[in-house]
């Protein structure tokens, strides 16, 4: 990984390694309903703001309802998806962290135009947020999908990776469908919900909320299957064709709940048609992060090895950075048992962990032993709770273990 990034973040163990892909869906779900919903809403406003001006005002208002939420669902998982993709693709050509710090600029501006336009209704603010947003998930997908396409990594060089892909052009369609479905279910269980002045526009809002619903039920599955029939043969597997399954039966209870409410005029399966639409972005999502992941499975175990060579490394310079350091001093080691071992041991008496006089002579003649103990604590005996590291550097447990092996006559004085 070049570029900002590059220079900035940690490498992951690799005992972190694995979370990456599990946090990167996370964080990209998170996202998903709030821009669908931002996108949805905001439209229908400006669509809605002559004939229906009270309903656009609450519309605008909808995904949004505290100041938070912006920073919550809109802008941590942009920045965190950009940190996530760095440490995932550190040390290879892939430009996708890099570019997704772009993204996260370009969905502060949206987010902030929205944001004006949900308080001033200026059509005009409302318009330019909404394309903002708009370029915001697309570049976000073009990124991420740039994963999947390896061979693109170091021939893209525009500040946006703005190329034209099938699977980009599908991913955007099942995000805005998606995004229907999902706001027309948020806007039958959130405060356009509630007891409304007019009967007439309770109806218009219901009818509103389930034809959205529908639009989304319906217009799904071919793209679904059309994502499955047109991604590279090297990123399908049968665990991708199970989750593709998952989001079909999703949808079609989905469509079922909508023809029933438009049908009985009512809206109580509202909080179960919201939930199966959170449901198929976020089968989306996993089915977005396992194409990523069988793309790019050889990087992964490249980069499993270049994190273990590098934290290798880094243990190797610290342990000569403390190889040079002063030598161990049993008066730094008591100023270190008075600060960190005193309130769990003595040395006559058991107070958490057991007397010093009882364990500390076991080592006597082996100090690197109790060294080793202290940096890293293992249970050695199960009447006594396990021992929590006391993060001390090797030096600091050096002049610890003189102290200990001093005071307990099994050292060198």
Not at 180 to 189: E, M, R
Request: charged share 15%.
């Amino acid at each position: 990984m070049t570029g900002i990034l590059g220079k900035l973040i940690l490498l992951p163990s690799v005992q972190q390694w694995h979370l990456l892909d599990v946090l990167g869906a996370a964080m990209f779900f998170f996202f998903l309903p709030f821009a669908g919903a931002l996108l949805v809403c905001h439209t229908l406003a400006l669509l809605l703001r002559r004939s229906r001006e009270s309903i656009a005002a609450e519309l605008v208002a909808l995904p949004s309802p505290h100041p938070g939420t912006w920073f919550v669902f809109g802008l941590l998982p942009l920045a965190a998806l950009a940190i996530l993709e760095s440490q995932r693709f550190y040390g290879t050509a892939a430009p996708i962290g890099t570019y997704l710090l772009r993204v996260f600029l370009l969905g502060a501006v949206s987010f902030a135009l929205l944001y004006l336009h949900a308080r001033r209704r200026h059509p005009l603010i409302g318009l330019a947020g909404i394309a903002m947003l708009g370029g915001t998930v697309f570049h976000l997908m073009s990124s991420l999908d740039l994963a999947i396409y390896a061979e693109r990594w170091t021939l893209i060089t525009t500040p946006l990776p703005f190329f034209i892909s099938i699977l980009v052009v599908i991913d955007m369609g099942i995000f805005s469908t998606a995004a229907l479905a999902f706001t027309g279910a948020l806007i039958l269980v959130g405060p356009l919900a509630g007891p409304p002045p007019d009967a007439r526009d309770e109806t218009f809002r219901r009818n509103l909320a389930l034809g959205l619903i529908l639009a989304g039920a319906l217009g799904l599955p071919p793209l679904i299957a059309w994502h499955l029939y047109s991604a590279p043969v090297q990123v399908l597997s049968g665990g991708g064709f199970i989750v593709a399954l998952g989001m079909l039966a999703a949808l079609f209870a989905l469509a079922v709940l909508a023809v029933t409410m438009l049908r009985d005029k009512h809206r109580r399966h509202a909080a179960v048609a919201l939930v199966l639409s959170l449901v198929t972005l976020a089968l989306f999502a996993v089915q977005h992060r396992r194409f990523e992941y069988r793309a790019t499975y050889e990087y992964g175990q490249k980069g499993e090895m270049l994190a273990a060579a590098a934290h290798k490394e880094w243990k190797a310079k610290r342990e000569a950075l403390y190889a040079g350091a002063q030598p161990p001093d049993a008066q730094q080691g008591e100023a270190i048992y008075k600060a960190r071992c005193s309130s769990c041991h003595a040395f006559d008496r058991k107070i958490v962990g057991p007397p010093y006089r009882e364990v500390v002579p076991k080592y006597a003649g082996d100090p690197d032993d109790l060294v080793a103990f202290i940096l890293k604590p293992r249970r050695m005996n199960p009447a006594y709770p396990p021992m929590p590291s006391p993060g001390l550097r090797r030096p600091e447990a050096q002049s610890a273990a003189m102290y200990l092996l001093q005071q307990t006559g099994t050292g060198a004085p």
